[in-house]
């Protein structure tokens, strides 16, 4: 059974930069949408960024575009979220997305 595994989540001061992972033990992402979703204390869950496993197109969420970068190994195997500048705005528990199956995710603060 498909199960994803978030990692690389913490404490990042204003203004600094983090590396989410999501990995899929024992098995490959194929060529579909793998996504990111936070949310946030209170909040409903929100899109964050996505990359077709295919051809590596992205998408973002357009307020944080110039902030963030999603990669995919080309090996099928994990997929990167970089965060840079971050905020506190940004704090909220981190989700990977591939079709219906979701991680149980990965904490960020931004905080000094």
């Known amino acids: 059974q498909l199960r994803l595994v978030e990692s690389g989540g913490g404490v990042v001061p204003p203004g600094g930069s983090l590396r989410l992972t999501c990995t899929a033990p024992?098995?490959?992402?194929?060529?579909?949408?793998v996504s990111w979703y936070r949310q946030a204390p209170g909040k409903e869950r929100e899109f964050v960024a996505s990359?077709?496993?295919?051809?590596?197109?992205?998408e973002y969420k357009a307020s944080i575009e110039h902030r963030t970068t999603i990669s995919r190994d080309p090996g099928q195997t994990t997929v990167w979220l970089v965060m840079n500048v971050m905020e506190p705005a940004d704090t909220g528990t981190y989700y990977c997305?591939?079709?219906?199956?979701w991680g149980q995710g990965t904490q960020v603060t931004v905080s000094a």
């Open positions: 024992g098995h490959k992402f194929g060529i579909n949408k």
């Open positions: 990359i077709m496993y295919s051809n590596g197109t992205p």
């Open positions: 997305n591939y079709g219906t199956c």
